[in-house]
């Protein structure tokens, strides 16, 4: 079964930059809307972006608006999360997931996940 694997997390400063990618060997990410979620320890998971199957419409979350952009290549099975002016409160673990139809912000929604990558934003 195909499978969404995220990569790109790791430990940055605040007010640094991470890129986050989600690929896939099959085709859900051509077929489907796309939403990149976090989690933090002891948190609900959350959408912090999302974005519709054509990528003409994306959303997010308020906290990250004009700091987060989500992207798409379909061309490359992938899906992107370019994560700028990194704070200490965007510290989770960051997940891709896979939807038919319309975006959501509802995370049992989606029936497509990958395993996560973990973003640490600490001096």
């Known amino acids: 079964q195909a499978q969404l694997v995220e990569s790109g997390g790791g430990l940055v400063q605040p007010g640094g930059s991470l890129r986050l990618s989600c690929t896939s060997s099959?085709?859900?990410?051509?077929?489907?809307?796309m939403g990149w979620f976090r989690q933090a320890p002891g948190k609900q998971r959350i959408l912090v972006a999302a974005i519709t199957k054509g990528g003409g419409t994306t959303n997010y979350a308020d906290s990250v608006k004009g700091r987060f952009t989500i992207s798409r290549d379909s061309a490359k099975n992938t899906v992107y999360l370019q994560m700028n002016n990194l704070k200490p409160e965007d510290t989770a673990v960051y997940y891709c997931a896979a939807r038919y139809g319309s975006t959501t912000t509802i995370a049992n929604q989606y029936p497509r996940w990958g395993r996560g990558t973990q973003v640490t934003v600490s001096s």
């Open positions: 099959g085709s859900i990410i051509s077929d489907n809307a």
